[in-house]
C-alpha cells in the first residue's frame, strides 16, 4: 500500500509510545468517563451489564478492527505482532448466549482516517492499548459477578502475557519509528482520529 509518510529515514530517537500515551491522554479519560464505561467499572455492575457491553462494543470492534487490519501490510502487522480480537469478542457473546446485531454494526459512523500507514499502525494503537485496561476490568467483574461471567476472552486478551505483549508491541512500534518506517505525527494522528470514532460510536451507546 503506497504510503506518503514512508520514507526509511532514521528519526531522532523518541519514545513514541509514550508521546502517544500523553497524545490521547484527554481522549482516553473522556472515554472512561461515558455511562457504558462507567457501568461497568461501577461496584454494582451486574452480569445484565456485561452482556450489554458485549452486545455494544462488538458493533464498534467490528467494523474498526476490520478496517484497520486491512489497510496495513503483512510486513508492518509482524512487526507488531498483534492479532485480531474479533474471535474472542464473538465467542464470548456465544458464552453468554448472545449474537452481534448485525443492524447495530452497519448504523455505527464511518470510520475517517488518513490514508497512510503512520496512521493505521495509530489505529492499533488503541485496539492494542486497550488490552491492558481490558485486563484491569475483567478482573473488576471477576470480583463482582464471579463465575457467570464465563472466560472473558475479548476483556482478557492476553491474560498473564498482557506486560509481555504490550512491552512487545511498544518495542517494536518505538523501532519502526527509528528505523523511519513510521512518521510519529502521523501515528499520533491515527490514534486520536480512532479515539475520537470510538468515543463518538460509545455516547450514542446508554
Known amino acids: 500500500m503506497p504510503d506518503p509518510q514512508y ?10 509510545a509514550l508521546a502517544l500515551r500523553r ?30 457491553y458485549l452486545q455494544a462494543i462488538v458493533t464498534i470492534h467490528a467494523p474498526l478492527e476490520g478496517a484497520l487490519y486491512e489497510r496495513l501490510d503483512a510486513e508492518t502487522l509482524q ?44 489505529g492499533l494503537y488503541v485496539l492494542e492499548g486497550a488490552t491492558l485496561g481490558g485486563r484491569t476490568i475483567a478482573r473488576h467483574l471477576r470480583r463482582f459477578i464471579g463465575e ?7 476483556l482478557d486478551f492476553h491474560g498473564q502475557q498482557t506486560s509481555a505483549a504490550w512491552k512487545g508491541f511498544t518495542s517494536a512500534l518505538n523501532g519502526l519509528s527509528a528505523e523511519g518506517v513510521l512518521t510519529p ?22
Do not use: W
Open 23 to 52: 497524545a490521547t491522554a484527554g481522549i482516553h479519560a473522556e472515554i472512561e468517563r461515558l455511562p457504558l464505561m462507567v457501568r461497568l467499572n461501577s461496584e454494582t455492575v451486574t452480569l445484565e451489564d456485561y452482556r450489554y
Open 148 to 154: 457467570s461471567l464465563g472466560t472473558s476472552r475479548f
Open 185 to 206: 505525527d502521523a501515528v499520533i494522528a491515527g490514534a486520536l482520529a480512532v479515539f475520537t470514532h470510538v468515543h463518538t460510536c460509545l455516547e450514542r451507546i446508554r
Open 79 to 122: 512487526r507488531l505482532n498483534i492479532q485480531p480480537k474479533l474471535p474472542a469478542l464473538l465467542a464470548d457473546l456465544e458464552e453468554q448466549g448472545l449474537e452481534a446485531q448485525t443492524h447495530r454494526i452497519m448504523a455505527m459512523p464511518m470510520l475517517m482516517l488518513p490514508e497512510s500507514r503512520g496512521a493505521t499502525v495509530g
Open 7 to 16: 520514507s526509511h529515514t532514521p528519526q531522532p530517537h523518541l519514545d513514541l
